[in-house]
């Protein structure tokens, strides 16, 4: 199988270890093999090693090392962000992120409505024998 | 951004004077240190090669870190360094891409005891630069000279997001392709 999601200028990437946890960040330049520079909106640009970030489908388009106007603007270009929640595995982590911080109420509602669907499902799949058998 | 084991300082000093010597020359040294009295040692200890002045006859007159000044710029740099093996001392020439100096320093002594079993205290640092691209020697550094660079991570090991979550046996198999 060919690999399809390569480390270049512009992809974008996702933090899976240490203190910026969680992040999306953009490859902004490849430092040696092992590390990489990279930047975010929202941070100051440093260097990343590979280990620590899982590289996502997302890519943008920017020159080697962009000022930080110019990523900015390239990311909204891009719509990095709603490509990120839109995609299945953000939805994944955004969902993660919400059972997270339920609190006990949440989770009695949550109770509740698993109950609920529970009880439509075995209804429908009651009907569905009764036909079967008929 | 990390913690870096070694800092660079810039340390002046100078003999003390005496009846025959009322200003005595000031001499300025950059080096390499983990901590700022460990820099006056080695600054102490390089001077007494170069010229006829003890700590005991002389005086540290300024002790400055000196910090990198664009750390967000990845840049190639160029050692020089002397050292003493099982055999001898020889110089080698060695570069680093990093984005400080202090960096490719650590990456340097790293290298050095790995490869060559040479620890800290047998490595002297005789000069650094930082090389534009054009007149990098290794093809290492070389090969990462490319503005379009590209290349897939072949080995994807997956990693607890923090080492308290790490178990010693898995369920099951982990998937290692990227």
């Known amino acids: 199988m060919p690999f399809k999601r390569y480390v270049e200028i512009g992809r974008v990437a996702l933090v899976n270890y240490g203190k910026e946890y969680g992040r999306l960040v953009v490859i902004v330049d490849v430092i040696d093999q092992n590390r990489a520079l990279v930047d975010a909106p929202d941070m100051v640009r440093g260097q990343m090693n590979f280990k620590r970030l899982s590289l996502t489908d997302i890519k943008i388009d920017i020159p080697r090392v962009p000022k930080k106007k110019t990523l900015i603007s390239a990311m909204e270009a891009a719509d990095v962000k709603n490509k990120w929640e839109n995609s299945s595995w953000g939805r994944k982590l955004i969902v993660q992120k919400r059972r997270a911080s339920l609190n ?7 109770m509740l409505a698993k109950i609920k669907r529970g009880g439509a499902i075995r209804q429908e799949l009651a009907k569905l024998k009764k036909e079967n058998a008929a | 951004m990390v913690v870096f084991r070694f800092h660079q300082y810039q340390v002046v000093g100078r003999a003390l004077p005496s009846a025959t010597d009322e200003h005595p020359k000031i001499y300025r040294m950059k080096l390499w240190a983990t901590n700022e009295v460990r820099a006056k040692s080695k600054f102490w200890y390089f001077l007494r090669k170069l010229k006829k002045v003890k700590k005991s006859n002389g005086q540290v007159l300024a002790i400055n870190e000196i910090f990198e000044r664009k750390p967000t710029k990845i840049k190639n740099y160029g050692i020089w360094l002397r050292y003493q093996s099982r055999t001898g001392y020889h110089n080698m020439y060695k570069e680093y891409r990093d984005t400080t100096l202090n960096g490719a320093v650590e990456q340097m002594y790293n290298e050095m005891a790995s490869r060559h079993r040479v620890r800290y205290h047998c490595i002297q640092i005789i000069k650094t630069a930082t090389i534009p691209s054009k007149l990098c020697k290794r093809e290492s550094t ?13 080995f994807k090991k997956v990693r607890p997001p923090s080492r308290k979550l790490k178990t010693t046996y ?6 290692l392709f990227m």
């Open chain 1, 104 to 110: 006990d109420f949440d989770r009695f509602k949550v």
């Open chain 2, 170 to 175: 898995k369920a099951s198999r982990p998937n």
């Open chain 2, 142 to 154: 070389k090969q990462f000279h490319d503005s379009k660079i590209k290349f897939p991570l072949v």
